[in-house]
T-cell receptor, first 111, second 112 residues
């Protein structure tokens, strides 16, 4: 059974600081997704990581994937209040399979 | 760009009632997925359909059923509703060959 673990689950940080969210998964997979969710809203796709060593950046967020370590990271650079949300990583086993989500990281960026 | 459409957006039901949630995938997407997200929880996979056939099944209660129609829209039917069914229900769609799932806005179901 595929298990996906995120840490930390809660993260409170000051504006301007950097931090990394970690996502570990238990079964071989080369497809990993990061989503953002605002309270009561839908899941917004941030990054799709499809191969070992993949690195993608959008604004203050950068995601990477190490399939050998079964680890993905979401790095936040110089956080701003607008980044406050819950961030989920999700893994699938390939080929139109269900996504298995981590528990999510609730990020709060304080002025 | 067209997105996944879900209706209704909000639904309030009494215990033991039934509910039907609808999902209209992005045009030309052939695969539909249903997820349930309880308060403060991560989304949990319920069921998926590819080309109108059930393709995978997760932790979907026997009280729930779903199908995908010839126009690719999907409906999730929920009977004998329980308080614990109160959640956000997301539909997602994808193109089989590309796999990335795009999520709809969700239906918030409240069971009283």
């Amino acid at each position: 059974e595929l298990k996906v673990e995120q840490n930390p689950l809660f993260l409170s940080m000051q504006e301007g600081k950097n931090y990394t969210i970690y996502c570990n998964y238990s079964t071989t997979s080369d497809r990993l997704y990061w989503y953002r969710q605002d309270p009561g809203k839908s899941l917004e796709s941030l990054f799709v990581l499809l191969s070992n060593g993949a690195v993608k950046q959008e604004g203050r967020l950068m995601a990477s994937l190490d399939t050998k370590a079964r680890l993905s990271t979401l790095h936040i650079t110089a956080a701003v209040h607008d980044l406050s949300a819950t961030y989920f990583c999700a893994v699938d086993l390939g080929g139109s399979e269900k996504l298995v989500f981590g528990k999510g990281t609730k990020l709060t960026v304080n002025p | 760009a067209a997105g996944v459409i879900q209706s209704p957006r909000h639904l309030i039901k009494e215990k033991r009632e039934t509910a039907t949630l609808k999902c209209y995938p992005i045009p030309r997407h052939d695969t539909v997925y249903w997820y349930q997200q309880g308060p403060g929880q991560d989304p949990q996979f319920l069921i998926s359909f590819y080309e109108k056939m059930q393709s995978d099944k997760g932790s979907i209660p026997d009280r729930f059923s779903a199908q995908q129609f010839s126009d690719y829209h999907s409906e999730l039917n929920m009977s004998s509703l329980e308080l614990g069914d109160s959640a956000l229900y997301f539909c997602a769609s994808s193109v089989l060959s590309r796999n990335e799932q795009f999520f709809g806005p969700g239906t918030r179901l409240t069971v009283l």
